[in-house]
């Protein structure tokens, strides 16, 4: 399975950006990039995918790097809701491989 | 239904015990995903099913561990003689297909099984 790497803690202050990082150098042409949070208590929630272009939506945006070996989840204004486990994973046909994701904090 | 509907929201049971665990998926969802996750942990996959077509069991643990799912719709996961190493949430989730790598999954809130 085609692994990613994510720093496993980040802090941000309420109502300022965050940029969560993710590093999977060793994607193929066919995975997707998808990002998914993990609320306390809940099971885990989608929040965006994208193949090769940035793409936006109402909760977050998705910087893709050109040669695709690294990606960013960018939340435009953090709140305490967004406290949160995020996972980054490569999707292919077939199984969604999660790893330990990055605990966000969010300080008021 | 409108999501994914999971089967008990808790279930405690003794060292040894035989329990299920059951998933309803999204109608019309075509593949059904079990994960677990023990506390403090991230999600470990076990199983995924697609279709009509036979399941990948490669994450399930032991042979203690096994699903159905009947019809294409609803999915049940066996834990026999439990060990207090089962102890965790187990995780279900759905998607239209897992043919495409742009499926995007829904999950339940999970079962979380204690055993003591």
């Known amino acids: 399975d085609a692994k990613t790497t994510q720093p496993n803690s980040m802090e941000s202050n309420e109502e300022e950006p965050v940029h969560l990082p993710c590093n999977h150098s060793?994607?193929?042409?066919?995975?997707?990039i998808h990002w998914y949070r993990q609320l306390p208590s809940q099971g885990p929630e989608y929040v965006i995918h994208?193949?090769?272009s940035n793409v936006n939506n109402r909760m977050a945006s998705l910087a893709i790097a050109e040669d695709r070996k690294s990606s960013t989840l960018i939340l435009h204004r953090a709140t305490l809701r967004d406290a949160a486990v995020y996972y980054c994973i490569l999707t292919r046909p077939g199984k969604s491989t999660f790893g330990d994701g990055t605990t966000l904090t969010v300080k008021p | 239904g409108a999501g994914v509907s999971q089967s008990p929201s808790n279930k405690v049971t003794e060292k040894g015990k035989d329990v299920e665990l059951r998933c309803d998926p999204i109608?019309?969802?075509?593949?059904l995903y079990w994960y677990r996750q023990s506390l403090g942990q991230g999600l470990e996959f076990l199983i995924y099913?697609?279709?009509?077509?036979?399941?990948?069991k490669s994450g399930l643990p032991s042979d203690r561990f096994s699903a159905e799912r009947t019809g294409g719709s609803v999915s049940t996961l066996t834990i026999q003689r439990t060990q207090q190493e089962d102890s965790a949430v187990y995780l279900c989730a759905s998607s239209l297909e897992a043919g495409a790598g742009a499926n995007v999954l829904t999950f339940g809130a999970g079962s979380r099984l204690t055993v003591l």
């Open positions: 060793t994607i193929s042409g066919t995975d997707y």
């Open positions: 099913f697609q279709g009509n077509s036979a399941p990948d």
């Open positions: 109608s019309g969802h075509t593949a």
């Open positions: 994208g193949l090769t």
